[in-house]
């Protein structure tokens, strides 16, 4: 009693021990495996996968860990909370390795930051689940009533799918003194029951027998089944059929053509007549085996009755019974071997997809992981992968099954915004097999790009006057990145202009880039200024980018000339200019010296005789302002004129100022002084103003001379030419240097030049021009405002198109 007890707890330690059996292999392999009872449960605990890696259950959510089986169901599933790998199914040991003597689970762990990969391998140990079957429930024996003691009569086996004790180990037959049970031990193992006769029949005396035949395994507790054993006595036939061999072994293509032989069974039989006439039966087929073959009765042609798939199943038993007419029968093993063919083609799994990256990943970044899994076997199963784009992309292999799409270059959105990626799989099969699996990855744009202004530099022109508020020009820049990276603001730098903050002078809108005028702007007072407009773009941090800007003051008509010599304001004797009588035809007797602060056109000036008592005396000069005698003076002791002369520019409107000039003719100096006597007082001074006056030209006349005599000394030492008067020292006289640049017209200068004009009063002598050519002034078309390297070169004096004078 004892012994049992003992015998009974040390079953259940060693059940215990199986059921809870873990064996962890070193991190260094990357491999786990465990071992379970089958017929556990759905939620039944395997193990715990954060223990056995040394893991924090934490780790194991961030890092993405994750079960991937190759089977077509997933068995085995993760909490991620705990760590613990359990049964998301019964587990049934016969239905995932059939009969085959171990069964594992192969599964692939993976998880990440940093991707590493194990194997979790799970052994589905057997327990006694499955009693044992016969092939029928009816066994019919015909036995001759000759047949002498000690024959034997095979039986179907019963088969047991389970392994080892649990399978079938035994049977037992219902007592019966006329028979008694053997066992027949083929070459692999497998007994069949066999009917041994004890004693000799008489068919007289009994007919027929009904014996029970029971199988038993040798699990805990044991299982058994049971069939019926019908025995018909016959007359003499004393031959079985035979098979020339136990077992057959046949190697099959699986994509052998339905309805093609996979083997001709041939049993003999030495007895003569219908106890010689045999029929061929499967009497023990699997359930996978039923639909895929048949055997011809007559003939024992085993044949395909459905399609074959190896990775479906890659081996089917089947037992073949052959029967004579007598009842006697005998049984062969066929073991067919199904050998692969490349029918299948590589799967493509991705898991760890980025379906977006920054632009400013660095090379190397993952992408994506890609599982890649073939059924087939042998070469037919090894797959070789690459891509379609290896510039941007690298694809390398992780593992046996699982390769890395990382990047192999930096990314840039503003070239290549997206990219599709396809990976091609292709098998070593012949022919060979491919699948190709498409990635479609989004570039994210960063703010990589500052704002670029559609000029290097802006030169832009507004007329003097305007009215405040004035919109000037537009600048614009374009930025390449996408969003708020490109979206632009304008402002101007801080910087003055004369002391004055720019920002006084003009105004830009942040958004469209519009500058505009905050005054109005005077020609005269200010002709150009430039400033720094900053386009800067809304990323982070934010990019901006400088472009200078010269705005230039086109001038207006809206200064009349300003009469320099004679002086408009003088009065009296001043206002005289002094003609020998003996002057001819020609003389020049003044010069009208004006200038107009405006610019170009309206600063060219016209010189008209706007009064004269004698029209035909006098003359002057449209451009010069010279006036000069028109015809020889009539022979009179002396002549008074007064002349008005209206100086008038080139603008639109035209504006114009006057001034007017009181000629004397006469022999000489004292004839002058009776005829400014007689000029009228309109002052009402004194006496002493004449004596004043009279001194004050006594002293001129002094000055006069000695100023002729020092010109003559000087005028003699460059040239021997005489001259009939007494020439006025150039520096007695005004002298001004007016310089204006113009463009190339018909009514202007070819080139601009600077002018020093020297008047003289001399009646035979006229002025002298002196030609000065200005320095840095280009002689192409001066109004090209696209031309960045002239805005930096030249003021805006250079460029203005109003810009031309005359003298």
């Known amino acids: 009693m004892h012994d049992a007890a003992r015998h009974r707890r040390k079953e259940w330690e060693k059940i215990y021990q199986v059921y809870w059996f873990i064996l962890f292999i070193s991190d260094t392999y990357g491999q786990l495996q465990y071992s379970v009872l089958e017929e556990m449960k759905q939620g039944s605990l395997i193990g715990n996968v954060a223990k056995d890696l040394g893991l924090s259950v934490d780790e194991l959510a961030s890092r993405k860990f994750q079960l991937i089986s190759n089977a077509k169901k997933q068995y085995f599933n993760i909490n991620l909370e705990t760590g613990d790998i359990f049964a ?44 044992p079957t016969f092939s029928k429930k009816h066994f019919d024996l015909e036995i001759s009533e000759v047949t002498l003691p ?16 649990n399978s079938v180990q035994s049977y037992t037959l219902s007592g019966n003194e006329n028979f008694g049970l053997g066992e027949k031990i083929t070459t692999d193992g497998i007994k069949y029951p066999v009917i041994i006769l004890e004693k000799s029949l008489d068919r007289e005396k009994q007919s027929f027998y009904e014996l029970i035949l029971t199988a038993l395994d040798g699990g805990n507790p044991q299982k058994s089944s049971t069939a019926t054993i019908k025995i018909i006595v016959q007359d003499f036939n004393d031959n079985l059929p035979m098979f020339n061999q136990d077992t057959y072994h046949i190697r099959l293509n699986e994509n052998a053509a339905v309805g093609s032989l996979v083997i001709q069974l041939n049993a003999t039989d030495t007895d003569e ?30 044949k395909v009755l459905g399609h074959l798939d ?64 073939d059924l087939d076997s042998g070469i037919n199963g090894e797959v070789a ?15 046996s099954s699982y390769y890395k799409l990382v990047t192999a270059a930096n990314m ?31 570039v994210s744009d960063v703010n990589d790009n500052a704002p670029v202004f559609e000029k290097m530099n802006y030169v832009l022109y507004i007329g003097e006057n305007n009215q405040p508020g004035t919109s000037i020009h537009n600048v614009y820049a374009s930025d390449l990145d996408y969003g708020e990276n490109g979206k632009i603001s304008y402002s101007i730098l801080n910087s003055n202009v004369e002391d004055i903050p720019v920002p006084s002078y003009i105004s830009i809108n942040s958004i469209s880039g519009v500058i505009y005028a905050q005054r109005s702007f005077d020609y005269e007072q200010l002709r150009e200024f430039q400033f720094q407009v900053m386009a800067k773009d809304s990323g982070s941090p934010s990019l901006s980018t400088n472009v200078t800007v010269r705005i230039c003051i086109i001038d207006k008509n809206d200064n009349a000339p300003k009469i320099l010599y004679p002086s408009p304001d003088t009065e009296g004797s001043a206002l005289f200019e002094f003609i020998p009588d003996s002057a001819e035809k020609g003389y020049l007797v003044t010069k009208v010296i004006a200038v107009d602060s405006d610019s170009g056109h309206n600063a060219w000036l016209t010189y008209h005789l706007l009064q004269v008592q004698e029209p035909s005396l006098f003359t002057i000069g449209q451009y010069t302002g010279e006036i000069r005698i028109g015809k020889d003076l009539p022979d009179l002791g002396s002549l008074r004129q007064k002349l008005v002369v209206l100086v008038k520019d080139n603008g639109v409107p035209s504006l114009s100022s006057t001034v007017s000039v009181n000629l004397v003719v006469a022999e000489n100096f004292q004839q002058v002084v009776p005829e400014i006597r007689r000029q009228p007082n309109t002052s009402n001074t004194s006496s002493n103003v004449t004596f004043y006056l009279v001194v004050s030209i006594a002293l001129i006349s002094i000055l006069f001379i000695v100023t002729v005599l020092i010109t003559i000394v000087l005028k003699c030492r460059k040239s021997n030419s005489p001259t009939t008067y007494g020439t006025y020292s150039r520096n007695m006289y005004p002298q001004f240097t007016l310089g204006y640049p113009s463009e190339i017209s018909d009514t202007s ?16 002598q006229n002025e002298i021009a002196y030609l000065k050519p200005l320095k840095d002034v280009p002689t192409e078309n001066l109004i090209d405002t696209d031309d960045s390297t002239a805005a930096k070169k030249f003021s805006c004096n250079d460029l203005n198109p109003n810009n031309n004078a005359q003298v």
């Open 385 to 399: 992968c690459h891509i379609s784009d290896i510039f941007a992309f690298q694809l390398i292999p992780s593992s």
């Open 88 to 131: 998301s199914y019964r587990l049934d040991r016969e239905t995932l390795c059939g009969m085959k003597p171990t069964c594992f689970i192969n599964l692939e762990a993976v998880i990440e930051n940093p991707l590493n990969f194990y194997t979790v391998t799970i052994e589905i140990q057997d327990v006694n689940d499955n009693a």
């Open 412 to 442: 840039d959105r503003e070239r290549n915004p997206s990219y599709s990626v396809t990976l091609q799989c292709m098998d070593r099969g012949s022919p060979p097999l491919s699948t190709n699996k498409t990635i479609q990855l989004k």
């Open 749 to 764: 200068l070819p080139f601009p030049f600077s002018y020093d004009v020297c008047v003289t009063l001399d009646s035979k």
């Open 273 to 302: 007549g219908s106890n010689a006439q045999i029929t061929y039966s499967l009497s023990h087929i699997p359930d996978n085996a039923y639909q895929l073959f048949t055997i011809d009765s007559l003939n024992g042609d085993i």
């Open 310 to 373: 190896y990775e479906t199943s890659d081996t089917y038993e089947m037992t073949v019974e052959a029967k004579d007419g007598g009842g006697h029968v005998t049984h062969c093993k066929v073991s067919i071997q199904v050998i692969d063919v490349n029918d299948n083609a590589p799967e493509i799994t991705i898991t760890s997809l980025s379906s977006t990256i920054p632009e400013d990943s660095p090379p190397g970044t993952v992408i994506a992981l890609a599982n890649v899994q």
């Open 150 to 165: 000690g024959a034997h009569f095979a039986l179907g086996n019963a088969q047991d799918p389970d392994l080892g004790t």
